[in-house]
Antibody, heavy 121, light 111 residues
Framework: QVQLVQSGAEVKKPGASVRVSCKAS????????MHWVRQAPGQGLEWLGM????????HYAQTFEGRVAVSMDASTTTVYMDLSSLRSEDTAVYYC??????????????WGQGTTVIVSS | QSVLTQPPSVSGVPGQGVTISCTGS?????????VHWYQQLPGTAPKLLIY???NRPSGVPDRFSGSKSGTSASLAITGLQADDEADYYC???????????FGGGTKLTVL
């Protein structure tokens, strides 16, 4: 059974960048797409982007285009999400989540534990 | 404003059933993209409850069921239990946004 373990909490100043990591274990790393989803305090879920480890294809939400980048280190089976030009509204819990099954538009069946990012001056 | 619309809250008493709706439009649910449902307990990551409209992952009780018709979908929970109290989210794909989209979430209170 695959597990996703994310990096620890971060506190950043406005304008800075943050990198959140998501280490996968227990399954073939390149088999499934990886999504990134965030949740602001007291708010709902918001999709940021997705990454195909088999080829490195990425696709981002228009809202975050130009500010978000997802990459991977296959040797450590770790996916990274970089978010730049941080503002207070980016304060949220960030999750990585694995796509369920072969369907491109499938749900997300395995989630990381979440990484809290706080943006504050 | 979420692309998929859910009621902010629903409630029920133990043993009874509730239904949570998820209303979309032609570029998402109406286009045939699958609807997926998640349960989020306080302070935890979401958990996949229903995938591709009606399917339950292994380990999810059959008290939870999903349906879809036209541009809407629903999650039904029967035999309510206290630990069903959580936030529930629907999710699909939107072809006009080229994005995976979520509903705003519904808070279930078990009275």
């Amino acid at each position: 059974q695959v597990q996703l373990v994310q990096s620890g909490a971060e506190v950043k100043k406005p304008g800075a960048s943050v990198r959140v990591s998501c280490k996968a274990s227990g399954d073939t790393f390149t088999t499934y797409f990886m999504h990134w989803v965030r949740q602001a305090p007291g708010q709902g879920l918001e999709w940021l982007g997705m990454f195909n480890p088999n080829g490195g294809y990425t696709h981002y939400a228009q809202t975050f285009e130009g500010r978000v980048a997802v990459s991977m280190d296959a040797s450590t089976t770790t996916v990274y999400m970089d978010l730049s030009s941080l503002r207070s509204e980016d304060t949220a819990v960030y999750y990585c989540a694995r796509r369920h099954g072969p369907n491109l538009w499938g749900g997300m069946d395995v989630w990381g534990q979440g990484t809290t990012v706080i943006v504050s001056s | 404003q979420s692309v998929l619309t859910q009621p902010p809250s629903v409630s029920g008493v133990p043993g009874q059933g509730v239904t949570i709706s998820c209303t979309g439009s032609s570029p998402n649910i109406g286009a045939g993209y699958g609807v997926h449902w998640y349960q989020q307990l306080p302070g935890t990551a979401p958990k996949l409850l229903i995938y591709d409209n009606t399917n339950r992952p292994s380990g999810v009780p059959d008290r939870f069921s999903g349906s879809k018709s036209g541009t809407s979908a629903s999650l039904a929970i029967t035999g309510l239990q206290a630990d069903d109290e959580a936030d529930y989210y629907c999710q699909s794909y939107d072809s006009s946004l080229s994005a995976w989209v979520f509903g705003g979430g519904t808070k279930l209170t078990v009275l």
